[in-house]
């Protein structure tokens, strides 16, 4: 898993140029022909590109609220991790009990767990005016990777040449 900016830099590394272009041409490498390389030399098969954002709430300018956009994956980051028997599936997930039962939520509000999956507990409660019935879904997941020994995280840094 990388970023589109660190793609970018792989495909203007000039090292990685000659090997797939090579030595006399000197042109951006394709997106295609990084893909073709890194899988057929390293077994890369499936890079995946995260450039998603989520907001923060930022300062308040002119009474009025900012938002300040986070990256979930770092720009200058690469993570290589291990699928099993070569497949797709990252990992898997480990299901657990939501806070609501640890705080003893479910003695003073109706909670009860469900029939379909033991880890989601259903927590109901009324208001009356207006009337309305509260009804919320909890539960706690945990996405794991099948081979956690198999996480390698870089970051690269600019040099200058010499």
């Not at 900016?5 to 090579?22: Q, S, V, W």
């Not at 923060?56 to 990256?71: C, D, S």
């Not at 657990?96 to 989601?120: F, I, L």
């Amino acid at each position: 898993m990388t970023s589109r900016a660190m793609m970018n830099k792989l495909r203007k590394n000039a090292a990685l140029k000659k090997a797939i272009n090579g030595s006399l041409n000197d042109s951006l490498i394709s997106n295609a022909d990084l893909r073709a390389y890194l899988s057929e030399e390293y077994g890369l098969n499936n890079i995946v590109i995260n450039d998603a954002t989520y907001g923060v709430p930022g300062a308040i300018v002119n009474g009025r609220p900012t938002v300040t956009a986070k990256r979930y994956f770092p720009e200058n980051g690469i993570t290589f991790f291990a699928a099993p028997n070569g497949g797709t599936q990252l990992g898997d997930g480990l299901w657990g009990d939501p806070p609501e039962t640890d705080a003893g939520v479910e003695q003073n509000n109706n909670v009860t767990g469900s029939s379909e999956s033991p880890y989601v507990y259903i927590t109901q409660w009324s208001e009356h005016d207006p009337a309305v019935l509260w009804t919320k879904a909890s539960t706690l997941f945990m996405p794991v990777l099948y081979k956690p020994d198999s996480l390698y995280i870089a970051t690269a840094t600019e040099t200058t040449g010499t």
